[in-house]
């Protein structure tokens, strides 16, 4: 059952004193891919500034701007309509074999590599080590590393910053989706099995009537290769749906955020982030 969902992502920064000048970039358009089909995409920012459109490495949509006036509020406002159809497929079902060929190391090693963000703690690398030593296949290991770390990992907004390791999240056995998303692609990569971070929308109510507007979230999933991308929501401990809609792809969260920069002048800033989303049908 596909759904068509408006999106309309307020973020931006207060700052304590008048800024002279500020340099950002943001990731907040939706993709389009085989399971999703961006059919708008409008940005305002106030002050209005220069702006430039590309794609990045991993194929992300990046709009960078320069605001050059003193300016105490930067505000941007991305509204999207994007129509999701996910079907419901299983995992792909590669085998080691795959995963051992000199040539998947060669071409996807970049999301083989744990960075201090994504290193797993021993523990969880003990558990992948075992489930290897029993005879996993790759899908499973996944969906098993998935699955435990929704039951044992409390989802608590603010219970870890955005630059925060997943070694936190799990000693705390405490995080949020970000930290989900860090802690199955630091295993998943230390099982050698290629996996990479995905940034998007989750539109929190199934139960939601057509033409209401609820307030929604960023939110954080993965995707592992086994010969075939398959995705999983380890927050949730589901497959992705017609509720998710994908944003930015990277090896992990500092590649895809929604809003970052830097700044001339001024006071420490606040972020200010605000998420509504509308199903439309």
């Not at 000199?102 to 021993?122: F, K, N, Q, V, W």
Request: charged residues 20%; negative net charge.
């Amino acid at each position: 059952m596909s759904s068509r969902l408006r999106i309309a992502h307020h973020t931006g920064y207060r700052y304590g004193a008048p800024v002279t000048s500020s340099y950002n970039e943001v990731r907040v358009a939706p993709m389009t891919t085989p399971e999703q089909t961006a059919l708008r995409t409008r940005l305002e920012v106030r002050p209005a500034p220069w702006q430039h459109v590309y794609h990045d490495y991993w194929g992300s949509q990046v709009t960078v701007f320069e605001v050059h006036e003193p300016h105490s509020e930067l505000a941007v406002t991305a509204t999207s309509t994007v129509e999701v159809d996910r079907p419901s497929t299983p995992p792909p079902g590669g085998g080691w074999d795959v995963l051992r060929d000199p040539r998947t190391s060669d071409e996807l090693i970049e999301l083989l590599t744990c960075s201090p963000a994504t290193a797993p703690p021993p523990e969880l690398v003990e558990r992948v080590t075992a489930l290897v030593d029993a005879g996993a296949s790759p899908d499973d290991l996944a969906a098993e590393v998935c699955s435990q770390l929704h039951r044992e990992i409390r989802y608590v907004p603010g219970a870890t910053g955005v630059h925060s390791h997943a070694a936190d999240a799990w000693g705390e056995r405490a995080g949020v989706c970000q930290d989900f998303a860090h802690l199955a692609l630091g295993a998943l990569r230390t099982a050698g099995i290629p996996a990479r971070y995905v940034s998007g929308y989750l539109h929190p109510d199934p139960t939601a009537p057509i033409g209401a507007t609820v307030t929604g979230e960023s939110h954080a999933w993965v995707e592992w290769w086994t010969g075939e991308w398959f995705s999983w929501d380890p927050t949730n401990d589901v497959a992705p749906g017609d509720r998710h809609v994908i944003v930015a792809r990277g090896r992990e969260y500092s590649d895809v955020p929604p809003l970052k920069g830097v700044y001339a002048g001024g006071a420490p800033s606040e972020m200010v982030v605000k998420v509504d989303i509308t199903r439309l049908a």
